[in-house]
């Protein structure tokens, strides 16, 4: 909403300026026309795209904006505190009625050692959205029943007195009526025209008004009429709106003007006037831009422009009529977009310094004191990287995050703690600078294979939950972190249950023109078709958007992912949007093995019904002529195939020799996790086909003997390797084991693993 406030009043001074500085200079129908941008602005509330051009990147740059999103974002606490000892965090909300995305609970000591403190608050935007929302729709209504009730009783008093009379000029009907104020043209689906008893009896004036009403008709002015009606209902409280609605009625009417002059001949333009000056003129309301009536007459200001304009013929001067043009196409350009954000990994995003809606200051403040900064640092000899460095961590939304899952620690039982291993992540720091210069050092540990780990507060071991040791271990990866993210985002992923903590990086995209995978393509097809799946099963669908650009969004996403995917545990929640609107959306694992499940938390085969292999049929290609020919092969001579390409340096034939599953795993094989998934199969495998100068099939055998699964059968082959530097083996004749299986009945014989041993 603030955005269309901000580009429809842009909008409207700059067709005033036009208005003014250039009358008389350029056609009053193109004047006119220019209300027809400033019309479809407010009647079309979201921007066409994003734009170097936009206002809005100026609005959001502003100091101004940053100040009064800090004022939003400012919070207040409307309830007591509820103790109760065995109290759920549910419980506690619906005893202090506070809301879902609004409460956060804080452990305190008492007696018995298991008291704890929820306190729930309300965050003033809220509050203020809450009025603002209310106070908006009641003036929508005011205004919009005062707009259908003047109306359809305008209307009803002329059909109760009408009199109809023929009329050889006019394809409308016409009526008289005794008490009329003014001829006029109304009606949105069965227009008619009204005139006065006096303009009946005079000729000359008769045919004036039937050539101006039917000009209002050719013109649509009805029509535009009733949408400026709904528009001021709409945005009643912007006075921008209603003076362009003023203004564009008083522009209707000269356009009107100069059409019908035109209808009636220049010898004629004389006579035209006197009949507008012998006209009633009325004081015009701001209630009469409600009826959607085209009225001949005006207020005394507005005839005697229109008489002046009359008097005196425009003269149309094409230098005035190029720079309106080239002014109104800009202003469009600058309106009718939004901000535009450079999504180059580097997250060029104006960022609003806001007090977090969930803010907990004065807690955290008794425990921790005012909180300037929290740099982490690593035990170097936990990770692999050993050029390791400190994280530096300024954010206040992060800062809150780290420091309420502490708050929330219980002590680590001594069971759990026997448990960690000795080969534990251990030694790790976390130091607190305060707003006064002064610091608090934690000491954490944790281990990655029991999920177990604690914070280390003076001489106590706390347990904050293995979540907070995944949380701080990510910025091991993730040092770009955007935590301003957009509220239908948030919302989005709250709707499921996930927590989204910062913005990862934002990657533009084109997605395929068809997700019809042909043999020997890497698997990008696969990738979207995989994951459109999942959108679905939250109503988004992106099949509509196949072959255009769109921007993926990576979150870094507190929970989980779902039991059914352990060991795995760390989640990507993966935004798909087109011009800003989200089109799809859902969870990956990242690194490795990045096909998850959807945002409801349900796997391919929960949304589809289908096996694997019974939804891949779907998305291969087999009029290909690489498919073709690879389904008719025998597994001997698929083998032989296949690392004649990897000798050949044939990628295409290589991957068309692997089943699709196994191709899927180079999207994420050895990923860095800051990117959508690898773009191509180079590197994603340590000594794949791109480390090889040559691979000399010598010898295979059929191991018969394998206690394989159903469907999968495994060869001993003998390769003469010539690697170009060694990475996971020397150059020389290696033994290999190769497991093929038919993915689909009709795509024959894949290679589904090659390996060191059977």
């Not at 305008?154 to 003014?182: C, H, M, N, Q």
Request: charged content about 25%.
């Amino acid at each position: 909403m603030t955005e269309l406030i901000i580009t429809s009043s842009v909008l409207i001074l700059v067709v005033i300026l036009l208005r003014h500085f250039l009358k008389g200079k350029i056609s009053l129908r193109l004047q006119y026309a220019f209300w027809a941008l400033v019309l479809i602005r407010l009647i079309v509330p979201i921007t066409l795209f994003e734009s170097p051009i936009s206002v809005m990147n100026a609005v959001e740059r502003s100091a101004a904006y940053k100040t009064a999103e800090q004022t939003l974002s400012k919070t207040q606490v409307y309830s007591d505190v509820i103790r109760h000892s065995e109290m759920t965090p549910d419980e506690a909300r619906e005893a202090g009625k506070g809301t879902l995305h609004e409460i956060q609970g804080y452990p305190s000591q008492s007696d018995n050692g298991n008291l704890r403190t929820y306190i729930f608050k309300e965050s003033l935007n809220v509050i203020l959205a809450r009025i603002l929302r209310f106070v908006w729709l009641a003036g929508t209504a005011v205004v919009g029943l005062v707009l259908i009730i003047s109306n359809l009783s305008f209307g009803r008093k002329l059909r109760k007195t009408r009199k109809s009379i023929e009329a050889d000029d006019s394809k409308l009907p016409v009526y008289v009526l005794d008490a009329l104020p003014s001829p006029c043209l109304f009606g949105l689906f069965r227009p008619a025209i009204y005139i006065t008893s006096d303009v009946a009896k005079d000729e000359t004036k008769l045919r004036h008004v039937l050539a101006h009403e039917l000009t209002h008709y050719l013109h649509g002015d009805h029509i535009w009429s009733a949408l400026r009606g709904l528009s001021l209902a709409v945005l009643w409280y912007n006075p921008l709106v209603w003076l362009a609605a003023a203004l564009s009625r008083r522009d209707s009417e000269l356009a009107c003007d100069e059409g019908t002059i035109k209808r009636i001949g220049e010898e004629g333009r004389i006579e035209y006037g006197r009949t507008l000056i012998g006209l009633t003129c009325e004081k015009r309301r701001a209630m009469d831009l409600l009826c959607c009536a085209t009225t001949m007459t005006d207020g005394k200001k507005g005839i005697k422009e229109r008489i002046t304009l009359i008097s005196k013929k425009p003269r149309i001067l094409l230098p005035a009529l190029v720079v309106a043009v080239l002014i109104a196409a800009v202003a469009v350009g600058c309106t009718f977009t939004g901000a535009k954000y450079e999504d180059d990994g580097a997250n060029n995003r104006p960022v609003v310094e806001s007090v977090d809606e969930r803010s907990n200051e004065p807690d955290n403040q008794t425990i921790y004191g005012e909180i300037a900064q929290i740099d982490i640092y690593y035990d170097k000899t936990g990770y692999a990287d050993s050029e390791i460095s400190p994280v530096e961590i300024t954010d206040s939304k992060i800062i809150l995050d780290i420091t309420d899952m502490i708050s929330q620690s219980e002590a680590i039982s001594e069971e759990r703690l026997d448990k960690m291993r000795k080969m534990t992540k251990g030694n790790n720091k976390l130091i607190l600078t305060l707003k006064d210069g002064s610091k608090k050092e934690f000491i954490f540990a944790f281990d990655d294979l029991y999920n177990l780990g604690y914070v280390q507060i003076d001489e106590e071991l706390l347990d904050p939950g293995y979540d907070f040791f995944r949380y701080l271990d990510d910025y091991v990866e993730y040092r770009q972190h955007d935590t301003s993210i957009d509220n239908k985002v948030s919302v989005l992923f709250s709707k499921y249950g996930w927590t989204a903590d910062y913005l990862v990086n934002s990657v533009k995209v084109t997605l395929p023109s068809d997700l019809k995978h042909q043999a020997g393509e890497f698997p990008i097809k696969l990738y979207w078709a995989y994951n459109n799946e999942l959108s679905k099963s939250v109503g988004l669908d992106y099949s509509g958007y196949l072959g255009e650009n769109v921007n993926a969004e990576i979150y870094r996403l507190r929970e989980p992912l779902p039991g059914f995917l352990k060991p795995r545990l760390d989640a990507r929640g993966i935004i798909i949007k087109h011009n800003g609107e989200i089109i799809g959306a859902y969870i990956d694992a990242g690194r490795h093995s990045g096909f998850a499940c959807s945002l409801d938390k349900r796997s391919l085969r929960d949304v589809t019904g289908k096996d694997w292999g019974d939804w891949i049929d779907d998305y291969i290609d087999y009029s290909d002529e690489l498919e073709t020919k690879l389904s008719s092969m025998s597994p001997e001579e698929l083998i032989r195939l296949y690392f004649k390409a990897m000798d050949e340096q044939d990628e295409k034939t290589h991957l068309a020799c692997m089943t699709r599953s196994s191709l899927c795993r180079y999207l994420f094989v050895n990923m860095d996790n800051n990117l959508l998934y690898n773009s191509d199969s180079a590197g994603a495998v340590s000594d794949g086909y791109s480390n090889i100068n040559s691979a000399k099939l010598i010898d295979m055998s059929e191991m018969k003997d394998m206690e394989n699964p159903d469907g999968i059968i495994e060869y001993q082959v003998t390769v003469d390797f010539k690697f170009k530097k060694v990475i996971t083996s020397e150059s020389g004749v290696k033994p290999r084991f190769v497991s093929l299986i038919k993915e689909t009945e009709k795509g024959g014989w894949r290679i589904s693993g090659v390996g060191t041993g059977p």
